[in-house]
């Protein structure tokens, strides 16, 4: 109880009276907020990619053959999986690099599965993750193991939507260098 009385007392004290930051700590500080901008940017990018799949899929009034709003939706769906994948794992990053910093924030106890944020952690695994898993689905689908219909062009549209994701995301690093 008196350790955690006296963090806090150190706490409010350093917010009271701030130090001046020195060159690492400013480093650190635009560090952390190059990774939530991509954090931002990546997210808000899948879910309008999201969004504009499902009104395509949905939206009948717009005459376009089933197989092409299909098609779509299994191009959406690996870049949505992609983008919110690489997104936890930088919101993750910046919650570990805050909470060294000593700030907290409410989401460190809902974060809390380190394995699966593994996935994430570069494009590259986030990438063959995103690509395998619903070809793997596709292959089910072939031998009736799992509902739903084969269809070829479909590995295309998986490998067509984590294409366009791992660019996007490789481009918004280079931007930010």
């Known amino acids: 109880m008196q350790k955690s009385l006296r963090k806090f007392k150190e ?20 560090k952390t907020l190059l990774q939530q901008k991509r954090f931002i940017r990546i997210g808000l990018t899948a879910v309008a ?12 009034s717009l005459k376009l053959p089933p197989s092409i709003r299909g098609q779509f939706f299994d191009v959406a769906l690996p870049f949505v999986s992609y983008n919110l994948t690489r997104s936890m794992y930088l919101l993750k990053q910046i919650l570990k690099i805050n909470k060294q910093k000593g700030i907290h924030n409410a989401f460190d106890e809902t974060i809390s599965s380190p394995r ?17 898993l ?3 689905m596709e292959i ?10 084969y269809d070829p062009k ?12 791992y660019s996007i995301d490789r481009f918004s690093f280079r931007t930010e260098k």
């Open 11 to 30: 706490r409010v004290d350093r917010q009271r009276n701030p130090s001046p930051l020195s060159k690492q700590d400013l480093l650190e500080h635009k």
């Open 49 to 60: 990619f999201y969004f504009v799949g499902r009104f395509i899929q949905l939206k009948t």
């Open 116 to 132: 699966f944020f593994l996935i994430g952690k570069t494009p590259l695994t986030t990438s063959a993750f995103w690509l395998l």
């Open 134 to 136: 619903p070809s793997i």
């Open 140 to 149: 089910g689908q072939k031998y009736h193991v799992l509902g739903g219909t």
């Open 154 to 165: 479909d590995f295309l549209a998986y490998g067509l939507g984590v294409g366009l994701a």
